[in-house]
């Protein structure tokens, strides 16, 4: 039965100025109720193919427009964005600058007021209670987490009863935890409004639990549009376009499995039923020297913020902690959980309310903090806030040149080639990729040529490979810096880089442990809200031990096997 | 020279930035903020326009007094109250320097202080009414007067938009406090640190620019989708807005005191008149 809710004809699209189509010849056709994940790498214009869905291409964005798109059966160059909007819903990648209005409440009711709808209350309450965030009606929307506000996006949109709600990246600014719950969401009101839901999405992990069919796009134009279970079968040509195959199938490929599987408990089945788990030959973990130099302390340190109503909320409580040269620290918890305020704290940044910092042997209270950055850096989650200058060499330099370094310039020169952005050296750094511009405030760090590195979320909004890039280029930054310490909710990157993990809970050090520690400890990842990686979760399925944290560490545990050819 | 560094909740950026979230959004309520916005907007016009048909001082001095009480009842927080007090200040010293430097006297001194309380007393009912408007509400109230769509929204907004250019300056000039080597040496009373912060403001605004803009694309997009040109046209959702708007007798009740103590100064003027010169 065939019931297309949206057609796309021999669509092209050019924006104005452009050099080039960004959208050539695209055919597409998407099913009444079906939920899409359109996958492809950066430029391959699947945010502008969801753009022609809800009529911002063409009437927002008027460039150079040829072919059709019907969406509900209305041609959308009839149409315009407002009467598009009450089929399509759009929610953003950067969603909190979609956010217009103070309260959660007005932001919701906005889309229905403005179309004068009789019924906007019920609206409203409908689409609050819909994604279950009622309870936040009076809240302003600065206060919300990022979880909260990707809510509010979502249920603004929901006002409009849509048919179809696109959704751009919403793993990309979230946490694990926080984006499968937006997919959680996305499916239940798939299953029980019929909402025909598309998604932009570069993690296979996602796709493969979630989605129904997968639009795969390159330079402007879907290469296919299967069922996701085929699409999931052709992880190479996946990978070459940027989305690397879960780590659940790289693994069924090296215990010599093979085939795909769509969840980790079906994965380990098939592994389970193929031969017997090995256990791993126990890989040696070199006991850290307890003897090594502190880089930083923190003693009996508390913190907290005022807040709009004017009492201090606690942040961090009373928290002891040592970090010594050569450790990797990951620091996890959940938002909310004090992991910033207590790099900012290390950093000096500012100073804690009661308790001490030492920092490199000097307590943090003694120096203005722009002297402690001779000591530690701290780089912002978010990359554009470390973009003061035109161009990134500007922006590496400004440290060291305003400090009358004689070697600036080669300093400079040594760390772009590093970070492999010497030929964007020009380039304003807003202008980059999301992966780019990560490595580029690492650079930033890097010219401070700190004993200790902070790091929030450094891998966040990044796509796949990128990340991987970034978690490589980290491991190698050992022999420049004493200490890295890094915030983060991405498992991979504890896993694959970390050597001790740190987790917060209420701004109190609730464990102090290692990666490997970490995944077999039930409690506290659920604690922490924490999804290990996929590797590590069918480790434990198969009941390994010690358990393998990465797929090269699991590859080794079947090693001595033979492998079928 | 080397001071410990303490946590600061007063006069540090983060504070101003709640400080004006508090101002903006009312949150320490009061008198005006339980009223209907149009009979605030009333009430603001007819004390801001008083002073201005009298030259009488003892009227003006009553009418000052109005002020202040309103603005106790409004519950004005601290940073634009020392605002306005600073400024009244300077004015103050900046009329006894002028009075005595270009040769003037007592009587030219009170006839600059005649234009000045009146100034006085127009901020200090700007003050109440808009501490205790909160966008919503002051946009609401515009529509309902007639405004274009466009500016009351514009107002609402831009209310939106001020946490926003806080937190980015913040931010910037932090990056620049961290990363910009400061002054080695003071100098007198810190001067070249005071220099150092004041080109630092300045230069933070590229960055602050630039981020902005970059964000409020996604947002001029989401209102055209979420239909804010089509309201502009259509005139339902301006009726569903000024729907919630309701006159009770608060409105009335202070409305008319504030009526009658004005007519009261102006009485009070006439009993024991004060003319300057």
Redesign the interface.
């Known amino acids: 039965m065939a019931d297309p809710i949206i057609e796309v004809r021999e669509l092209s699209f050019r924006y104005p100025g452009a050099e080039c189509d960004t959208l050539r010849n695209v055919d597409l056709t998407i099913e009444r109720g079906d939920f899409v994940a359109i996958v492809g790498g950066n430029g391959s214009g699947k945010t502008t193919l969801c753009k022609t869905f809800n009529g911002l291409v063409p009437h927002y964005w008027s460039g150079e427009f040829a072919g059709s798109v019907r969406v509900a059966g209305e041609d959308t160059w009839e149409s315009s964005v407002a009467r598009l909007s009450w089929t399509v819903g759009y929610v953003y990648q950067d969603f909190q600058n979609q956010l217009v209005r103070p309260t959660v409440r007005d932001e919701v009711a906005f889309g229905p007021i403005n179309f004068g709808f009789d019924d906007h209350a019920e609206r409203t309450e409908e689409a609050l209670a819909a994604v279950g965030i009622a309870h936040l009606a009076d809240r302003f929307v600065w206060q919300l987490s990022g979880g909260q506000a990707h809510r509010v996006a979502l249920a603004s949109v929901l006002a409009m009863r849509p048919e179809v709600i696109v959704v751009d990246e919403p793993v990309a600014e979230l946490d694990p935890a926080a984006a499968h719950e937006v997919y959680e969401q996305l499916t239940a009101l798939n299953r029980e409004r019929g909402i025909t839901v598309i998604t932009i999405e570069h993690h296979a992990e996602f796709i493969a639990q979630y989605a129904r069919s997968v639009v795969l796009m390159s330079d402007g134009a879907p290469v296919w549009h299967l069922p996701a279970d085929e699409a999931l079968e052709r992880a190479g040509e996946l990978a070459d376009h940027g989305i690397p195959a879960p780590q659940i199938v790289d693994a069924m490929r090296v215990a010599g499995v093979g085939g795909v599987a769509r969840s980790v408990d079906a994965a380990a089945a098939r592994i389970r039923a193929a031969r017997a788990a090995a256990p791993v030959a126990g890989a040696a973990v070199p006991e850290p020297r307890p003897d090594r130099a502190v880089v930083v302390e923190a003693l009996r340190v508390s913190h907290g913020f005022r807040s709009v109503s004017g009492e201090v909320q606690p942040v961090i409580d009373e928290l002891d902690l040592a970090l010594r040269e050569g450790d990797r620290v990951a620091i996890i918890g959940g938002n909310g959980a004090g992991k910033t305020t207590l790099m900012r704290l290390l950093a000096g940044i500012h100073v804690p309310r009661s308790g001490e910092v030492v920092l490199d042997g000097s307590n943090t209270r003694a120096s203005r903090a722009g002297r402690l950055a001779e000591k530690a850096a701290y780089l912002y989650q978010q990359p554009e806030r470390m973009f003061l200058k035109e161009s990134v060499r500007a922006d590496i330099e400004l440290f060291p040149r305003s400090r009358k370094e004689p070697e600036t310039m080669a300093i400079v020169d040594r760390i772009l080639e590093r970070v492999r952005l010497t030929e964007f050296a020009e380039r304003d750094g807003r202008t980059l990729s999301g992966g780019q511009q990560r490595r580029a405030t690492l650079a930033i760090g890097l010219a401070m040529r700190p004993a200790l590195l902070l790091l929030d979320e450094p891998t966040a909004s990044l796509d796949v490979a990128s990340r991987d890039d970034v978690i490589d280029m980290l491991a190698e930054l050992d022999g420049a810096i004493s200490c890295a310490v890094i915030a983060t909710h991405d498992m991979h990157l504890v896993s694959e880089w970390a050597t001790r993990v740190i987790a917060l809970e209420d701004g109190r050090v609730v464990a102090d442990t290692t990666p490997r520690a970490l995944f077999a400890d039930d409690e506290l990842l659920s604690r922490a809200r924490l999804v290990p990686p996929q590797v590590v979760q069918l480790g434990r399925a198969l009941g390994m031990d010690p358990l393998p944290l990465t797929v090269a560490e699991f590859a080794a545990a079947f090693d001595p096997m033979e492998v079928p050819a | 020279m080397?001071v410990?560094?303490?946590?600061r909740?007063v006069v540090s950026v983060?504070?101003v930035k709640?400080e004006l979230?508090?101002t903006a959004?009312s949150?320490r309520g009061g008198l005006f903020a339980a009223m209907d916005p149009r009979a605030v907007l009333a009430w603001y016009v007819m004390l801001a326009l008083a002073p201005w048909f009298t030259h009488n001082l003892t009227t003006i001095a009553c009418l000052f007094a109005l002020g202040v009480v309103s603005v106790a009842v409004a519950r004005v927080g601290p940073l634009v109250l020392g605002l306005f007090v600073i400024g009244l200040g300077f004015e103050l010293v900046y009329l006894v320097l002028a009075a005595t430097l270009f040769g003037g006297d007592f009587t030219t001194f009170v006839a600059l202080t005649e234009v000045t309380m009146k100034i006085g007393v127009v901020s200090l009912a700007s003050l109440a009414a808009f501490v205790s408007l909160?966008?919503?509400k002051l946009s609401d109230a515009l529509l309902a007067l007639r405004c274009p769509p466009t500016i009351a929204f514009a107002v609402?907004?831009g209310?939106?938009m001020m946490?926003?250019l806080v937190e980015e300056f913040s931010?910037?000039m932090?990056?620049?406090?961290?990363?910009?080597?400061?002054p080695a040496k003071a100098g007198f009373l810190g001067w070249r640190h005071l220099v150092h912060w004041a080109t630092l403001a300045v230069?933070a605004f590229?960055?602050i620019f630039?981020?902005t803009a970059?964000?409020?694309r996604?947002?001029v997009?989401?209102?055209?989708?979420?239909?804010?040109?089509?309201?502009t046209i259509?005139?339902?959702?301006r009726?569903?807005?000024i729907a919630g708007l309701r006159y009770r007798w608060l409105d009335l009740v202070v409305v008319l005191a504030t009526a009658a103590l004005i007519a009261a100064g102006f009485a009070i003027g006439a009993e024991w008149p004060l003319y300057r010169g």
Do not use: H, M
């Open positions: 080397s410990a560094r303490k946590q909740d983060e504070w709640l979230i508090r959004y949150t909160d966008p919503e609402s907004y209310y939106r946490p926003i931010t910037v932090e990056g620049y406090r961290l990363r910009q080597a400061p230069k590229y960055p630039l981020n970059k964000s409020v996604t947002t997009e989401a209102l055209e989708a979420r239909g804010f040109t089509f309201a259509d005139g339902r959702g009726r569903i807005r």
